[in-house]
């Protein structure tokens, strides 16, 4: 199959310049529906699922290829490739926050901003360096993941979404999870999990922007200004928004920050 069916790949909107939409960990380019036809008037909008999530092709799925995030950077480059895009916009959730970082750094020209929505760098605490999670922690949640999928996704969703006072979003978050083919789910949670980008970021000559939940279980504000430090000449901005996923609880923040960022 080829890379736009493999990655089920939709292109809307008009414009010279790209922005391509990068999702995260158990979720589908569905979490952009209120985010990306904002951006339609100006860009071409880039809309993927990465291999393993909603409509991509299931049977491209390779364990070696997709036991680090390079491989998931390979199939970003690969969609710019043949889309021929040069000095687009990469907006990335959660980990691809980090896929477009390693996308951008192995293909100078593709992206000429990125915008980093609840990044992290590395999720396990590391002598001074605050994840968030110690690695025993870590390793209790792929195991709970390990043993139970369903109730893995049924238990940690709503606390990722956060927003306890809108109950459909964590609902929409757990039905997400719960449709991911669990042997895939449990690799990438892993990848997710465990992988450490720190020392990309320096690299990083884009400019960046980097939109930080004021609460968020996942990536604290601690983890997003290291983020934000690492990157030379990069521009945080705290959203008034709780969660790790303010493209469905927060579209709104998130599109005004965005605006006035690209």
């Avoid at 391509?20 to 809309?47: I, S, T, Y």
């Avoid at 521009?235 to 469905?248: F, I």
Wanted: overall charge negative; charged content about 20%; proline content about 4%.
């Amino acid at each position: 199959m080829n890379v736009i069916g493999r990655n089920n790949v939709h292109v809307r909107g008009s414009g010279s310049r790209a922005m391509v939409f990068a999702h995260g960990f158990g979720c589908d380019q569905n979490m952009w529906r209120f985010v990306a036809p904002e951006f339609e008037g100006n860009f071409k909008v880039v809309l993927f699922d990465h291999v393993g999530a909603g409509g991509s092709d299931l049977s491209a799925y390779d364990p070696r290829k997709y036991s680090t995030l390079s491989g998931y950077a390979d199939d970003v480059i690969e969609i710019g490739r043949e889309l021929d895009l040069q000095d687009a916009v990469f907006v990335g959730h959660s980990v691809s926050a980090m896929i477009g970082v390693l996308a951008s750094l192995k293909e100078p020209g593709l992206f000429g901003r990125l915008v980093l929505v609840g990044p992290s760098a590395r999720y396990i605490d590391d002598g001074d360096y605050v994840g968030g999670f110690t690695e025993k922690q870590i390793a209790e949640l792929l195991e709970f993941l390990e043993d139970n999928h369903m109730g893995w996704s049924a238990a940690m969703a709503p606390s990722i979404m956060g927003n306890a006072d809108r109950p459909e979003l964590g609902a929409e978050l757990t039905n997400s999870f719960c449709r991911t083919d669990p042997e895939i789910a449990k690799a990438f949670a892993r990848v997710t999990f465990t992988s450490d980008n720190r020392a990309d970021l320096p690299n990083v000559s884009v400019p960046t922007l980097i939109l930080q939940c004021k609460e968020d279980i996942i990536a604290s504000t601690e983890v997003g200004e290291f983020v934000h430090r690492q990157i030379s000449g990069s521009r945080m901005v705290v959203l008034d928004a709780t969660g790790h996923c303010p493209n469905l609880s927060a579209p709104r923040e998130v599109v005004s920050a965005m605006q006035a960022f690209v």
